[in-house]
């Protein structure tokens, strides 16, 4: 799944449901944004409950990768968000959500 989408305004946070249908499924999020249009945008897998289980780390200027292997069934969710305060805390963003395995 891709979506396009941004962080405005200052202090938005997105959340994408996602649901886990079998257990021991991989949940990966892929964030991709161009830090020279705006903030540098951080992301996370939170559980039902809206606890984070993995933040995104970059994988390079432009990318954020959040990984949670063998997950039981469920809902959890992606989030991205910008910092709330400073300069920037806006930016466009593309984000892709990988469910694999077992």
């Known amino acids: 799944m891709q979506n ?3 962080i405005c ?3 938005d946070k997105d ?3 996602i649901t886990i249908t079998q257990a021991n499924q991989n949940l990966e999020v892929l964030i991709e944004y ?3 249009m705006g903030a540098d ?3 996370a897998i939170l559980n039902s409950g809206g606890t984070p ?3 995104a780390s970059p994988t390079d200027a432009m990318h954020r990768r959040a990984y949670t292997p063998n997950l039981p069934t469920g809902v959890y969710y992606a989030s991205v968000f910008g910092p709330m305060t400073g300069a920037l805390t806006t930016n466009n963003y593309k984000m ?3 469910v694999t395995g077992p």
Request: aromatic fraction near 4%; proline fraction near 10%; glycine fraction near 10%.
């Open 96 to 98: 892709t959500i990988n």
């Open 4 to 6: 396009r989408s941004s």
């Open 9 to 11: 305004p200052s202090g």
């Open 53 to 55: 289980i993995a933040n």
């Open 34 to 36: 161009d830090p020279a």
């Open 41 to 43: 945008l951080q992301g």
């Open 15 to 17: 959340n994408y449901s």
